[in-house]
């Protein structure tokens, strides 16, 4: 342990000078083949937050995975030892460079075949599906992404590209504003490709609540009380249940499938409540009239600061479904008139890299003043979207 290091293990640092700290050394951590390999910390825009993320790269190579530091600056703070964190981090990386780069293939083909693919929206059509994210805690985030909210919900359809899945899970590439922009498509085509490809991949699916639990907690579901298809509804008794697909992954962007609301409103005719708390399902609760929306607000509130993590959080608001006017609200945000509006920022690097191939880097260069005129007809058609779905 050097002198540096012993200092802050008696005295504890900020996370800024953490990052300081591992760009500093982490090639003491790493093999010699290593040393001339340019090391950085930026800031990336996530789900619900900003992160900062570490980038080794090989100066002849355009493009590098991101390891991000925030989890490891919590370890430091929970145990303090330096060293450990810098190996694997270290780990990670060699551990990407010897393993997993062929992860990242699409189609058999390497990294720069997936960065001309995610260039040409004939090539990525095929691949691009939605995702969910919350309105109100990720303003800076919607602002950098074409999206669509859901009705007067606090619930945002984003997209991303799909190029490849292995066991540790997919890997996927953000749709930005700039990337739309290239494509020279429109919202409402990207929104109906998303929506098209990810109804086919993953289908909605429900699951009762118990088993839900089960699933959690001992890794597999019970075969008597397995998901079933939406459009083949069986007695699941009268309690919550769950919305989300089949993979239990990602799945609170079921909610945007068309139809899927109504033949929830056909199995609860009294009401019910939707508590999107997690990107990855949706908790849909029958109205007894033993709860108020503050206290079903509450009730969201205490399960994401208990039991879901911070990126994973969707929203704090309970929601409802008018089958009228077909369409999902928070009635918070209703009452309150506070629907949010992002605002546009310059944009980050995605979560594949920190650096890209000539040809999209200026994708990268967008500013506030050149994007402003097109949030006006990214307006309009979010209405008209809308207006769609609402008719389904």
């Not at 800024?16 to 093999?31: M, Q, R, S, T």
């Not at 919607?142 to 890997?171: C, M, Q, W």
Request: with cysteine; charged share 25%.
């Amino acid at each position: 342990m050097n002198e540096w290091e012993n200092g802050w293990e008696e005295d504890g640092i900020s996370l800024d000078e953490f990052c300081g700290y591992v760009v500093a050394h982490i090639k003491d951590y790493l093999p010699d083949s290593y040393q001339n390999w340019e090391v950085q910390v930026a800031d990336v825009t996530k789900q619900n937050g900003i992160q900062k993320g570490l980038t080794i790269r090989d100066p002849d190579v355009n493009t590098a995975p991101v390891i991000y530091l925030d989890n490891y600056y919590h370890l430091y703070q929970e145990d303090r030892e330096l060293s450990g964190l810098m190996e694997q981090i270290a780990g990670m990386q060699v551990d990407y460079d010897s393993q997993k780069r062929g992860k990242y293939d699409y189609a058999g083909n390497d990294i720069y075949a997936i960065m001309d693919m995610v260039g040409n929206w004939d090539a990525a059509r095929g691949n691009v599906v939605l995702d969910a994210v919350g309105c109100e805690r990720n303003a800076d985030l919607l602002a950098t992404r074409p999206h669509v909210r859901l009705d007067n919900s606090d619930i945002a359809a984003v997209y991303k590209i799909e190029i490849g899945k292995d066991e540790n899970g997919s890997y996927s590439i953000p749709i930005t504003n700039e990337m739309q922009h290239r494509y020279g498509i429109s919202l409402e085509e990207l929104h109906e490709q998303a929506l098209k490809n990810s109804e086919e991949r993953y289908p909605a699916q429900f699951l009762p609540m118990e088993s839900f639990l089960m699933a959690s907690v001992f890794g597999y579901l019970d075969p008597k009380n397995n998901m079933e298809s939406l459009g083949e509804l069986m007695p699941l008794g009268d309690g919550p249940l769950i919305l989300s697909n089949q993979e239990l992954l990602r799945g609170a962007c079921t909610l945007f499938y068309p139809g899927v609301l109504d033949q929830v409103a056909e199995r609860y005719p009294q009401g019910f409540y939707l508590a999107p708390s997690s990107v990855h399902e949706t908790l849909i609760i029958p109205k007894n009239g033993l709860m108020s929306i503050e206290e079903a607000d509450q009730m969201i509130q205490e399960v994401n600061q208990v039991a879901v993590s911070p990126e994973e959080q969707l929203s704090d608001l309970v929601h409802e479904y008018d089958p009228v006017s077909k369409t999902i609200y928070a009635p918070t945000l209703v009452q309150n008139r506070k629907l949010a509006q992002p605002e546009v920022t310059d944009l980050l690097p995605d979560d594949l890299s920190a650096r890209r191939p000539d040809g999209l880097s200026n994708l990268l260069q967008v500013s506030e003043k050149a994007y402003a005129p097109e949030q006006v007809q990214r307006d309009e058609q979010q209405k008209t979207i809308q207006k769609k779905h609402a008719g389904r």
